[in-house]
């Protein structure tokens, strides 16, 4: 059978490993990152995020190809909620969690009540969801789908992410990467990854990032595996340079001195730590198992291998008080980050955020309540305006100078907004599919 994989607009590892699954499969395959079918005899649509299925032009597809006789699969990330995917896009079958064990066998029997891992729209009203497949083995898998442009591609910086180990031993209110993959790491095989960063560079990729939630969980059984991750490290800057490789994303109780040593020593040397909050309060309610003395303690050892750090921030979580808010500001004040990435908090269907998302009054909502504060005259939400507040904070506080000229404002003013409309977006999604579920 012809078909295509398509991830909209970046080719992602998943879209890709979905690929190398059906091309071994014995089936002919695409890659595409435009929502265009060719002449493919059924399309995979590979989504990795909730506002793709509120995207006008996504539906007309979805129901365009439908029309031309051809089946729409959808997974990806958004498959953890199939309800909202088929009330919203309509597609003949949602791949529900890891799609490597149930994709070819949909493509090749078709949608049927025993097929585990789907989800179907059985009649106008009923969904029907079938048990869960197996969780799909991270050993002895095919290569991905790798496109000839993968080199043009960046993402953060990098050509592509690659997959070292799955699930995450945290337990955050509101990310799905323990909750998709699960809380038990399954790390991969270092000669397969190998393997595979070598396919990567042949079609031209140049740097690789190690993806899998945090970083240093690779080889983790029970405890952090320094050996492991080390000798993961050591691998990527053989293959790629050390230039070429980066480990961001990193919890800050995941880290040893060996590993830090290791991260300056094979890659790039940046650290990319989800602090969320300066608040203590904040943090326990987001289930970070974190404090913000731990975060402290992390960047002074960080910095001690001469590393630089970057931070991730969230602003306007259900509950964080305009004091919360101020101890974010402090602490980023204190460490002067290297880079600082903020976001607005966002409710990703069935997380514990989404629940307390529902059980919010919109008044009590920072996403939604008026912000009466200094920006007032820019008619922002309250969420809206710390996130326009805090990016120029950090700017004010980073090591390099980094002047707010009229370009830099308007265009922080334009991100907060989006970043603001995105999450109300996304709040009426989950109150249209889950609101029932309020308390
Ligand atoms: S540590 Fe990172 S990947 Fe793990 S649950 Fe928290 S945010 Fe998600």
Known sequence: ?????????????????????????????????????????????????????MDPEMKTFVAGVRQSGRPVYIGGPVSAYPEYVLGELAPDAVVVGEGEVTVPRLLDGGIHPDLPGIAYADGEKTVVVTPPAPKAPVERRPLP??????????????????????????ACTFCQVPRFFGREIRSRDLDEIREEVRAFREKGAKRLSVSGGTGSLYGYDGAIDDDAVIALLEMLAEELGPRNVSAPDIRVDAITDEILEAIRKYTIGWLFFGFESGSDRILRQMGKGVTVAQMHDAVERSRQHGLKVAGCFIVGYPTETAEDYEATKEFIAAEMLDDVFISVAEPIPRTPLADLVLRTPHQENPVFAPHEGEYRSLHLTEAEARWFDLSQHADMYKPLLHVVTDEVFSLYLAEARKQGEDVRRVTALIEKYDGGRRE
């Open 1 to 53: 059978m012809k078909t295509v994989v398509i991830s909209p607009g970046i080719a992602t590892y998943g879209a890709m490993l979905i690929g190398g699954v059906v091309r071994e499969a014995g089936h002919e395959v695409a890659l595409s990152t435009a929502l265009a079918a060719g002449d493919a005899d059924a399309v995979l649509l590979s989504l990795y995020s909730s506002q793709h299925l």
């Open 145 to 170: 789908l790798i496109p000839d442009t993968i080199g043009q591609q960046s993402i953060r910086g990098a050509n592509a992410y690659i997959e070292t180990h799955r699930g995450c031993t945290g």
